[in-house]
Every structure is written in structure tokens, then in C-alpha cells.
């Protein structure tokens, strides 16, 4: 009894000191909660019979659960900030005569009493949060939002136990730590000195391997030259060829040879060297995605998977080169002005930050890093899902869908010729009201195009004046007209303007078995009209005369059907089963035509629940990668205010006013949090960029410019929130921490 009341007492006395580990536990329950709480059994939005989230709940609980175990990181440091804060007290007991399993276990005591408390606001704060991802769930399934309070029982359980299990591991190793710790290594804990920067190895450990990323960058790049390169490219791309073998073998030659030498040069111009050769390298590298748009420059799949990993390398070397040179910056910036360096406080400014750079540099790289890997996982994840959810409105545009493929078949007898009787029994059977019902043919503009079976060479379907007319009117849109010796074109949603225009251009005129048609004035369409219309890697289908149809060898069978009402869950289910017996995707016999099947109320369901899980994971995963990096730079600081309070109290007795103590504080940390945080920001978008670059004509399709900045904003939004709630924190427990040293000093 007197030990609990003990730990009761150090709890509320210590609570300004916990105030760090209190915003990091009841942010990471509150997440916990909130995202979790859709997987509950006792969730039951309003969403209608056409949808199941059953889907989603299995998957969300695996991915939820999975990505936070980062957080046993996150818990063991902070605990293992508090017990270094601690030490000097727990010194103190010891020498008194309190055992030391005593002392560990009152510790535990301590925490685990503040873990409880900040489960149980983070459950009540996860209970409001939990309303934005139910929002966020009923917009992907197209459904308004209506607040409402829940509480799912198992969701908490679930939630204290993870945490409570996750406090009770870290927390048995903080006893065995204090056991094992001699009196007088907790007495002058505070005293040991951090390993200096230039005797550390990370460093040239990283040099090692950007030199062999180096190698295999010229060995690529020299590849790609000898068997790609054509004197015919434009001057960009020939800067891009010459810059991917020019620069790494340069900045590779630098390497190697300033190696033998760094001794009378010194690292840090050795590095700095290095540093730009790796910025030159990247220029070419990074460009490739745009001038692969502008140009065919008949890269595959794996080299830009090489070039995209080269450029990875290349900007992690980069970040940790800044960090490294970073204190040597801060000193030649110093030492250039003479008032700069003896301005009001500056002079004890710029020591703080060299002594904490000098040995805390690794430390920044890997947040760094880590920060920008998580702001790129919060842009990405928006336009990931909102091009698939973009591309499920130009996939499952029709109730149902089924289409032949004869790309597997190799004589012609062999073409299925079926009206799918099976989809009209089950929709007899079934009861289910047709709004409207259409099966048609798509043809080979030339018989011979039969036997085309290059992967990427196949040639374009024609599609029947009145079944395309009949499509459109089905979706709602205008008819058109051809005469007798004209065609149009239907084009896919995400292909670009300029690959159309160029298409139009070389194809004025189509030769067809039945003859010659021209291209019509009025000869491009791009409404979404479904995938199963084209013809394998081709977005194009002509739009042909019925005349010259009748005479063209029909080659793919479709039926599209749109019912009165969206098809509830466990009918569409049944219905795709059938399908998938009746007519299969891959048969088992050669020669034999496979299927394309697609009932849209399963495939949104199932395309819904994928998305809103990917979409989750990755923005949850972002939140803790974020808060487990302002949360180690805020207790960074507060580490660095414990050991050097002497030096503030020293400046109190010197004359300073504590509006300019003030005014300090708030540059040491604007540059401690500043300095990763702008690099990560600086990085992220070099790699944002370059991301949406690649997928411009998906986001241009499927999701919209307009979508995407607000999503953007809302991710900015969550980033400001996160730094001002960790920078106030830190700022105030800082001032305390030295006011409260500098009251004990007098």
C-alpha cells in the first residue's frame, strides 16, 4: 500500500517531466482506436444491401496491427528517456538504502499507471477520430456521413491489451536495466560524453556503399548507351545518355581518387565532393520519367526499376552528406562574420548546436529519412486509391458484363459464338428487373490481322455504328453519325492528347475487308464506356459503318446488362461464381477462348475494400512514422536541456534577460526541428514530383487536379498539427526544465 501511494505521488509530482510521454502514448492510442475501430464486430454502418464490409474488417485488424508494432520502438524510447531523466533520483533512493528491484519496479509503477491514464483519454479522443474514418469509409462506398456516437467493447480490449502487453515488455527490461546499473553509473549518468562525429564509421561506411551504387550506375548507364542510344534523339535525351555515364564515372573517379588523399584534404572536402557529384548524377536519373513521356525511349520495366532504386541511393546519400557537413556549415557560416558570431547570445547559440551536431548527426540522417519516407507515404496514398477507385468507375460501368477474348485462340472455327443463355436463366430465376440488355460483336477490320500475336502489337477492334450508339445510350450519352465510307475512334479515358493526335494523324484511313474508309471529321470519342471493348494493350476501337461490319469476321462477343436496382451482395455473389463456372477466365483446354467477367457490385466491393485498406495502412503508418520522429527530436532536446542547465544558469548570473533566455530556446529548437524537417520536406517533394509525373495522365483520368490539392492540404493540415502539438511541448518542458534548474541553483 505505501508503494502504491508512492508511485501515485511521483506520478502527479513528475507529470510536467511526463508530459512528452503522455501526447506520445494518448496520439498512439487514439490512432490505434480510431483506425481499428471499422474491424469490430459491433460496426455496422448504413451502407446498403449491396455492400459487405466483411471484406475490409479481416484485412484492416492484420494491417492495423502489423505497422504498429513500430510503435514497441517508439514506447521502449521514451521509456528509456524517462529512466535516463530519472537516474540521478534513482541514485539518490539507492544510496538511501531502497533496493534496486524496488526502484525498477516503482518506475514501472510510475509508467504504467501514466500508460492507463493515457489509454483511457486516447480510447475517449479514438471514439471521436473513429467518426473521421467512418467518414472516410462512407465516402469510398459513395454514402453520406451522419454522426454517431459508438462503443465497440472488443475494439477496446483490444486496444488496452496491445498497449498494456507492449508496457509490460518494455517495461521488465527497464527493471532488469536498473538492476544490473551500479550506484554510481546512475549518479553520473548525465556526465558521460556522446561519441564524437569524426570518430564514428557510419559515415564512411556510407561512402563505401554509394561507391558501389556508383559502379553499378556506370555499368547500367554504359549498357543502356552502347545498345540504346541513337545519334537521331533530341539534345535532352542525349544529355540524359551522356549524364547517366559522365557523372557516376566522374563522381566515382573522385572517390577513389581523393580516397588515398582525404588525410591531407580532410573528410569534409572529400565528402563535399562526393556530395555534388551525387547531385549531378541525379539530374539524368530523375529526368528519364519525364523524357520517357516526351519520347520512346524503349526502356523496360526493370531498367527503370534500376534507375528509380539509383535514385533512391542517390538521394539518401545526399541527405546524409548535408547532415555531416552540416556542423561544418554552421562553424564556416559562424566564423565569417566577425558580429555575426558575437551578436547578443549567438556566440552560446551556435555552441549548442555544434556540441548536439557534432554528435547527434546520425541521429538527424535516420529522422530525416525516416520523415521523408513518411511525407511521401502520405501523398502517395491519396493517388494510389483515387486512381483505382477512378479506374473502378471505367471498369465496372455496367451491372454486369461478360466479354470473350480471342487472343488464345488460334483457328477461327474455334470463336465462341454464344448470347451467355446462362445470365438469362439466373436473371429469370433471380427475379432481377433489366433496365436495359445488349450483346453484340466486335470485329478484325482485316481477317488476316487473325494471327497477330505479338504481345504488344495487336491490332485495334471495330465496333458496329448501332452497337456503339447502343452502348452510348445505355450510358447516357448522344449518338453519333458516320456515312457509309467513314469511321471514328473510341479511346480509353487515360490516353493522352498528344498520343491521339499523333495516332490521327498516321491513321486517316482504315483498311477493312469490305474496303477503304476514311476518317470522319468528328472522329474522337473518350467517354468511359468500359475495358472489355479494346483489344489487348490497345486503347483505341474503331467505330465502323453497320454495312462494313456485316462483312468483317466477328472475333469477341460481349453482353452488357444494366438492371432497375443496384444487385444486392449474396445475389451478385452467386452470379459470379456461375459465371466463373460457365464461361472461365483461363480454360483448361488450349484453343479455347477465355473470358473477361465483371459483376459490379462484388467488384466494388471488393475493389473498395482493398483500396480503403491500402489507403488506411498507408496513412496511419505515415502518422506513426511521423509522430515517432518529432517525438525523438523533442526528447532529444529535452535530454539536452537536462545536461546543460548549468549553462543557462550561468547566463541568468551574466545579466541575460529571460525574455532573450526566451528568444534562445526557440532558435535552438526552431533549428533542431528545422533543419530535418526542411530536408525531408525539400526531398519528398524532388520525389513527389517526380512520382506524379510518371502517373500524370492516371491523376489527369481518374482522379482529378482539384481532388488531389485537397488531399494534399488535408496531409499538410495533419503535419502542422502534429509539430505544433510536439514543438509546444517541447518548447514549454524545456523553459521548465531550465527555470526550474536555474530556482534550485539559487
Not at 581523393?258 to 539530374?283: E, M, Q
Not at 433496365?435 to 491490332?459: A, G, I, M, N
Request: aromatic share 14%; hydrophobic share 50%; proline share 3%.
Amino acid at each position: 500500500m505505501m508503494y502504491t501511494k508512492l508511485i501515485f505521488k511521483n506520478a502527479k509530482r513528475s507529470g510536467k517531466d511526463y508530459l512528452i510521454y503522455i501526447v506520445t502514448m494518448t496520439l498512439c492510442v487514439t490512432l490505434f482506436y480510431a483506425f481499428l475501430s471499422i474491424s469490430s464486430t459491433h460496426y455496422h454502418p448504413t451502407i446498403g444491401a449491396e455492400y459487405n464490409i466483411s471484406l475490409l474488417a479481416g484485412g484492416m485488424k492484420l494491417a492495423i496491427c502489423g505497422i504498429s508494432l513500430l510503435l514497441l520502438f517508439l514506447i521502449h524510447y521514451v521509456n528509456r528517456f524517462m529512466l535516463r531523466k530519472k537516474q540521478s533520483e534513482f541514485a539518490v533512493e539507492a544510496t538511501l538504502g531502497m533496493e534496486q528491484k524496488t526502484i525498477g519496479l516503482l518506475f514501472f509503477g510510475e509508467t504504467f499507471f501514466l500508460l492507463i491514464f493515457s489509454v483511457s483519454v486516447g480510447i475517449l479522443l479514438g471514439m471521436v477520430v473513429s467518426q473521421v474514418i467512418t467518414a472516410m469509409l462512407l465516402a469510398s462506398f459513395g454514402e453520406p456521413y451522419a454522426f454517431s456516437w459508438s462503443f465497440f467493447p472488443d475494439t477496446v480490449l483490444l486496444t488496452v491489451g496491445f498497449f498494456v502487453v507492449c508496457q509490460i515488455l518494455v517495461g521488465v527490461g527497464n527493471v532488469r536495466i536498473l538492476n544490473k546499473s551500479r550506484i554510481i553509473e546512475l549518479m553520473t549518468a548525465n556526465r558521460q560524453n556522446e561519441k564524437p562525429l569524426h570518430k564514428s564509421r557510419w559515415m564512411p561506411m556510407i561512402c563505401i556503399f554509394y561507391g558501389i551504387m556508383l559502379l553499378w550506375m556506370l555499368e547500367v548507364g554504359a549498357v543502356k548507351y552502347h545498345f540504346y542510344f541513337d545519334p537521331r534523339y533530341p539534345l535532352p535525351v542525349k544529355l540524359m545518355y551522356w549524364g547517366n555515364v559522365l557523372f557516376p564515372a566522374v563522381t566515382l573517379l573522385w572517390a577513389i581518387a581523393v580516397s588515398f588523399l582525404h588525410r591531407k584534404i580532410g573528410f569534409s572536402p572529400y565528402l563535399c565532393g562526393l556530395l555534388a557529384g551525387a547531385v549531378l548524377t541525379a539530374i539524368p536519373i530523375f529526368s528519364i520519367a519525364e523524357l520517357e513521356k516526351a519520347y520512346f525511349l524503349g526502356f523496360d520495366a526493370p531498367t527503370l526499376n534500376q534507375y528509380l532504386l539509383f535514385g533512391v541511393a542517390d538521394i539518401l546519400f545526399i541527405i546524409s552528406a548535408v547532415m555531416y557537413l552540416s556542423n561544418a556549415a554552421l562553424l564556416y557560416w559562424k566564423e565569417s562574420k566577425v558580429s555575426r558570431k558575437y551578436h547578443n547570445t549567438s556566440l552560446f547559440l551556435f555552441g549548442q548546436l555544434s556540441s548536439k551536431l557534432a554528435t547527434n548527426t546520425k541521429t538527424m540522417t535516420i529522422i530525416c529519412v525516416t520523415l521523408t519516407f513518411s511525407i511521401c507515404l502520405f501523398v502517395i496514398a491519396p493517388v494510389l486509391t483515387g486512381w483505382s477507385l477512378g479506374y473502378l468507375d471505367s471498369r465496372a460501368v455496367y451491372d454486369i458484363q461478360i466479354s470473350s477474348r480471342y487472343n488464345d485462340v488460334y483457328e477461327v472455327e474455334n470463336l465462341p459464338d454464344t448470347d451467355y443463355e446462362e445470365i438469362t436463366a439466373f436473371i429469370e430465376q433471380n427475379n432481377i428487373e433489366i433496365k436495359d440488355d445488349l450483346t453484340f460483336s466486335e470485329y478484325l477490320p482485316q481477317k488476316s490481322d487473325f494471327h497477330q500475336r505479338v504481345k504488344y502489337d495487336f491490332p485495334p477492334l471495330a465496333i458496329a455504328l448501332k452497337d456503339y450508339n447502343a452502348v452510348r445510350k445505355m450510358l447516357g450519352y448522344e449518338p453519333i453519325i458516320l456515312k457509309k465510307d467513314e469511321f471514328a475512334t473510341h479511346w480509353h479515358s487515360a490516353a493522352e492528347d498528344k498520343d491521339i493526335e499523333n495516332y490521327i494523324a498516321e491513321h486517316t484511313l482504315l483498311e477493312t475487308d469490305a474496303g477503304t474508309l476514311k476518317l470522319s471529321e468528328n472522329a474522337v470519342f473518350q467517354e468511359p464506356v468500359g475495358e472489355s471493348i479494346y483489344n489487348l494493350y490497345t486503347d483505341v476501337v474503331y467505330i465502323i459503318p453497320d454495312e462494313i461490319a456485316q462483312v468483317l469476321l466477328p472475333v469477341q462477343s460481349n453482353r452488357f446488362v444494366m438492371t432497375q436496382y443496384p444487385l444486392p451482395f449474396k445475389t451478385a455473389e452467386m452470379l459470379e461464381q456461375l459465371l466463373g463456372r460457365s464461361y472461365p477466365e483461363d480454360p483448361d483446354k488450349d484453343n479455347l477462348a477465355g473470358y473477361s467477367t465483371t459483376v459490379r457490385t462484388t467488384e466494388v466491393n471488393r475493389i473498395i475494400a482493398l483500396n480503403f485498406i491500402l489507403k488506411a495502412s498507408l496513412i496511419y503508418g505515415a502518422i506513426v512514422l511521423m509522430v515517432m520522429c518529432l517525438t525523438v527530436l523533442a526528447l532529444q532536446q529535452l535530454l539536452d536541456a537536462e545536461k546543460n542547465n548549468y549553462r543557462f544558469s550561468v547566463l541568468r548570473k551574466m545579466g541575460v534577460e529571460e525574455k532573450d533566455l526566451h528568444t534562445l530556446v526557440l532558435k535552438q529548437l526552431g533549428v533542431w526541428f528545422g533543419m530535418p524537417i526542411t530536408a525531408a520536406i525539400v526531398v519528398a517533394m524532388i520525389v513527389i514530383v517526380y512520382f506524379l509525373q510518371s502517373v500524370s495522365a492516371e491523376i489527369s483520368a481518374y482522379i482529378g487536379c482539384g481532388a488531389l490539392m485537397r488531399q494534399i492540404g488535408i496531409i499538410v493540415g495533419i503535419f502542422a498539427l502534429l509539430l505544433s502539438c510536439y514543438f509546444l511541448s517541447t518548447w514549454l518542458l524545456f523553459q521548465r526544465s531550465i527555470r526550474s534548474n536555474s530556482d534550485s541553483v539559487r
